[in-house]
């Protein structure tokens, strides 16, 4: 019996566990020894199962032999790690599911296994497989992913993953090695943390004083072969204030605010001059602004003294649209400040007017007409023909004379259609006329001009008009004062464009022409607007519109004769007019900001010009075959030089060097 107890006792010292039960007050703190050696990973596994009281299910592919030596007393806690210690060495990771149920698998398979997320305030330190997401504040994940992989357990199932937008890194492997990472991404991020300092300049112009560090850091870097951004200092200037802001790290902040330091002095002499060479504005304007706000800027800073009156002077010269300055430094940074933000590229502006005219008119003329050679006659204003004349020229006529005068002077003032006889004591004329009249008007007047600056277009003639004249008692001296007029089409524009792509404009719009002639002078039909309206760029508006429609009747009869039933009609001349007019007149502003929208508008243009003249070449002209219509070169072609007649040139230039050649070969 004492055999077979020993026997079964070294059996458990071969299989390497001991369970000790140390003699404390606590009887439920247990400790664990263990020791294994050529031992079946299946039948370890087992063990630190039974004696954890944990269910544990392995994948068929773990198996091997372990060999372990513990000399040290271990607690739950302790021995628990000791198995994922263990298993991390043969290649293997514990997986715990929610239910408490353990799964040992290969390692590599653990990042996609359904391991634990954590974060910061949890309590995983040894070899349990955790996944964890890190916010990264100051560095580029991007290019932080790829020195964490070099440092992750990727083969034993480590992963490091970056994700862009949100600027984050996931990092899945042993707690250990993932709060390793963790510790050096926070302290990476910490490195790349940059601070802000603000100079204040006292004498120096702050622009200035930023372009002359970043010369001599541009300079400094580009001598060496390579350079680390996060160590160079940012600076921006703040022209309102006149003021550095200064962003990096606090050595490089320093080492900067030291530079900045040391240049900002008062200058030994009383002022200084400068010259600046303007690149939109015109000198001449930006002059005039600056001597009334340098005037202020003096008077706010107390600077009111002859001295300092008589140290400013402000000059443009045209030749160069340039601007001298000579001042104090500290009004010399404000004008410069004032320059900059005056001398800038304006945006243009293309308007596009389109007025739409469309018109109809019908008449109708019915008269009839009487004479007698005892006097008796009827006559109607509205009616050019006359009676009387009309009857003489056909009596004589009729009787072989030769007198067509009178006749051919009635059949000139005949519109329409007559119809009547001539005896020799009567004669009635019959006469009818129809008429009806159609005009389309479309004109499309457009100009293009800078922001806030007036514009005008005009396409017509200059007609004159009488406007008094003068004449002595005797008429030796007689003389009339005549005004030139301008008609055709009228376009004025002052454009401002707002904020959210939206345009003001005060527009002037007319469009004039000669309507007739009276005995007193000349009718002008004149349709014009003027007003100020808001529209987006490229959108169309309308501005202004006219569409009337008039009736009339006129009629013109004898009195009493003309008013009797049926009968009266031979008395009385009828005339009915309609007219309709409809008259539109439409607006296009299109902002331009930069030289390619100026390029495709004016593509645009040429191209629909030239296509006009293509088309008309290509027609012909009909009395004349062999003369070609004027066509435009392509877009881009030069207008110099007719390109045909240059090779024209050439091919006769080299004919002639080959006639010179054969001569000079036959001598």
Sequence with gaps: MVLRVKRILKRLIGAGIFVLFLPSTSLQAVEYSASFQDADINQFINIVGKNLQKTIVLDPAVRGKINVRSYDVLNEKQYYQFFLSVLEVYG???????????????????????????????????DEMVTRVVPVINVSVRELAPLLRQLNDNAGGGNVVHYDPSNVIMLTGRAAVVNRLVNIIERVDKAGDQEVDIVKLKFASALEMVNMINSIQTNSTSSKKTSVSVLQPRLVADERTNSVIISGEPQARERVITLINSLDNELKNN???????????????VVDVLKGVSKGIEQTGGKTNSSNQSSLNIEAHEGTNSIVISAQPALMSSLTSIIRQLDIRRAQVLVEAIVVE?????????????????????????????????????????????????????LGSIAGGIAGFVTSDWAAILQALSSSSTSNILATPSLTTLDNQEASFIVGDEVPVLTGSTSSSTN???????????????????????QGNSVQLTIEQEVSNIKGQTSVDIIFATRAVKTTVLAKSGETIIIGGLIDEAVSETIEKVPLLGDIPYLGVLFRSTKSTTTKRNLMIFLRPTIIRDDQTMLELSQRKYGLMRAIQQEQSENGIMLMPNTSSPVLPEWGQPVEI??????????KQLKENDADEKV????
Excluded: C, H
């Design 358 to 410: 469309v018109s109809e008119g019908d008449g109708i003329n019915l008269s009839v007409q009487w004479a007698s050679s005892s006097g008796a006659a009827t006559q109607f204003s509205d009616n050019g023909a006359s009676i009387s004349a009309l009857a003489t020229g056909v009596y004589a006529v009729d009787n072989d004379e030769d007198d067509y005068e009178d006749l051919s002077s009635a």
């Design 271 to 285: 002022g200084n001059t400068r010259v600046f060479y303007l690149k939109y504005a015109n000198a001449q304007e």
């Design 476 to 498: 030796d001296n007689p003389f009339q004062t005549i005004e030139r007029r301008e008609v055709g089409i009228k376009l004025k524009v002052t454009p401002q464009i707002n």
């Design 642 to 651: 007719d390109p045909s007649m240059f090779d024209r040139n050439r091919s």
């Design 92 to 126: 293997f990771a514990v997986v715990e599911m929610e239910s408490g149920i353990l799964k040992v698998i290969k390692a590599k398979d653990a990042k996609v296994a359904a391991i634990p997320v954590v974060d910061g305030g949890s309590e995983f330190t040894g």
């Design 664 to 667: 000079d070969t036959s001598a």
